[in-house]
Each structure stands twice: as structure tokens, then as C-alpha cells.
């Protein structure tokens, strides 16, 4: 993580978010087909089907987007490659990221999330560092299943 001592609250939170968004691309690019959406857990997560879903989230939290089926988004199609749905992550990363750039005060409503109440932008870049951890973490596991790939 690359946060300076004495950066401002939105560029630290950015940075963390960065990070991890990273981190969880990394584990998921370069690996075969059909390993990476071989699900690794009973509950059916595989590694496409995390980047997929934290692709809708970043485009529902901080672009308004809609997700109509929020179970759909950790699934990958069958015409979805690895290399597709890793370029879609980026762009809305970079997306997103444009968006935050313009954020100079973070107590104010972040974008309207369909559906939801409005929460303010500090809460929706900590949540967004929360739930991409929390998936982080799920690659990590599931890379190390893979092909015994640890670290970040």
C-alpha cells in the first residue's frame, strides 16, 4: 500500500481501496481455464465469479448503477473470459475513481444506489475496502487451492 504519512482522509481510504482492488485482480489474472471459475467451496465462489461481482459493486456504489440480481454477479457466463471480466474490473475502477477523485467532502451522499437509502461517501469507500478484502481474501484461498500461489 502505497499511503503517504500525513495524506488526506480521502486519499488514505483510496489507497487502501487501491490496494486491495490490486491485490484481488492479481490473484485472479493468469490463471487457466477452466480453474479460474471452477468454484472452490460448496457454495460455488471461483475466482471470475469474485471479480464479476466486485465489478457491479464498484459501478453500483460509486457510479449508481443498478444490480438486478445480485447472485448473478458471481457467476460467470460461459462467453465471459478471464481476460474480459478482469478489463471490465479495471474500467470501472478507473471509473470509479474518477468519480472519488472529485470528492472533496466526504460526509456528503455518494452517489444514489437504486434501491438504498443514501449513505454518505466516507461510508461507501469504507464499505467498498470492506467488501473488497472480505473477497480478497476468498481469492487468496481459492488461488492457493489452484496452484498453491500465496501472498498478495
Request: hydrophobic share 35%; aromatic share 4%.
Amino acid at each position: 500500500m502505497t499511503t503517504k504519512h500525513g495524506a488526506d482522509e480521502r486519499s488514505t481510504l483510496l489507497g487502501c481501496l487501491d490496494h486491495l482492488r490490486g491485490s484481488i485482480a492479481g490473484k485472479a489474472a493468469d490463471v487457466p481455464e477452466p480453474q479460474a471459475r471452477t468454484a472452490g467451496v460448496p457454495s460455488g465462489t471461483n475466482l471470475l465469479g469474485l471479480i464479476k461481482h466486485l465489478t457491479y459493486v464498484e459501478r453500483f456504489y460509486f457510479l449508481g448503477e443498478p444490480i438486478t440480481s445480485l447472485g448473478r454477479t458471481m457467476r460467470p457466463g460461459r462467453d465471459e473470459t478471464a481476460e474480459g471480466l478482469l478489463e471490465g474490473y479495471r474500467r470501472a475502477v478507473e471509473e470509479a475513481n474518477d468519480v472519488i477523485a472529485t470528492w472533496d467532502d466526504l460526509t456528503i451522499d455518494a452517489p444514489r444506489r437504486p434501491g438504498k437509502p443514501p449513505a454518505s461517501r466516507r461510508w461507501v469507500l469504507t464499505h467498498m475496502i470492506e467488501e473488497t478484502a472480505r473477497h480478497a481474501g476468498h481469492a487468496d484461498i481459492l488461488r492457493e487451492q489452484i496452484d498453491g500461489a500465496t501472498g498478495r
